[in-house]
T-cell receptor, first 112, second 114 residues
Framework: DAKTTQPTSMDCAEGRAANLPCNHSTISGNEYVYWYRQIHSQGPQYIIHGLKNNETNEMASLIITEDRKSSTLILPHATLRDTAVYYCIVRVGYTNAGKSTFGDGTTLTVKP | DTAVSQTPKYLVTQMGNDKSIKCEQNLGHDTMYWYKQDSKKFLKIMFSYNNKELIINETVPNRFSPKSPDKAHLNLHINSLELGDSAVYFC?????????????FGQGTRLTVV
């Protein structure tokens, strides 16, 4: 699985969009980008994933650059409850579902 | 209903003891996992079971032994506990047969070895 690099921490004002970047310059053609988050003292929670097209669901949007070497997770209207550690993971899907080791992640703090 | 449930939530025990953590999922998933999150918050996979068969064992000491009585359960037994085993252990499950889907995690078991 490709290695990812994320900023250690970010702040965001409540109600504003939170943009969390992730670099994965060694990503392979068959590897997907996954995002999870972990709210304090809870288990990781799936957010979104994508291969090369931008994706959107009820929680967030995922923007993947054309060369697929980086991506951005967007929380359109951050709330205080979005304060968590956000993990960007790159892995081959299907047989490796859930296999990956999570990196250090980005600690997002949403402030009132 | 909780999708992936672990028991106990907290476990404090002395060095050298043997303990078990239980995990159950009611999602009908084929694959279950155990992850360890250490004090630095680094989350690392330990085991993966698919339909009661071990498919991943990531350089975990043999004091750790996963046991899967059926597809919905994956228990983690730890022998001769050491101080370094103190961590939060997460159970997870995923539908292996579904392409590129997410894993669902339990709430974790905080193990403290004293």
């Amino acid at each position: 699985d490709a290695k990812t690099t994320q900023p250690t921490s970010m702040d965001c004002a409540e109600g504003r969009a939170a943009n969390l970047p992730c670099n994965h310059s060694t990503i392979s053609g068959n590897e997907y980008v996954y995002w999870y988050r972990q709210i304090h003292s809870q288990g990781p929670q799936y957010i979104i994933h994508g291969l090369k097209n931008n994706e959107t669901n009820e929680m967030a949007s995922l923007i993947i650059t054309e060369d697929r070497k980086s991506s951005t997770l967007i929380l359109p209207h951050a709330t205080l409850r979005d304060t968590a550690v956000y993990y960007c993971i790159v892995r081959v899907g299907y047989t490796n579902a859930g296999k990956s080791t999570f990196g250090d992640g980005t600690t997002l703090t949403v402030k009132p | 209903d909780t999708a992936v449930s672990q028991t106990p939530k907290y476990l404090v025990t002395q060095m050298g003891n043997d303990k078990s953590i239980k995990c159950e999922q009611n999602l009908g998933h084929d694959t279950m996992y155990w992850y360890k999150q250490d004090s630095k918050k680094f989350l690392k996979i330990m085991f993966s079971y698919n339909n009661k068969e071990l498919i991943i064992n990531e350089t975990v000491p043999n004091r750790f032994s996963p046991k899967s009585p059926d597809k919905a359960h994956l228990n983690l037994h730890i022998n001769s506990l050491e101080l370094g085993d103190s961590a939060v252990y997460f159970c997870a499950s995923s539908p292996l047969t579904v392409m590129n889907t997410e894993a669902f995690f339990g709430q974790g078991t905080r193990l403290t070895v004293v």
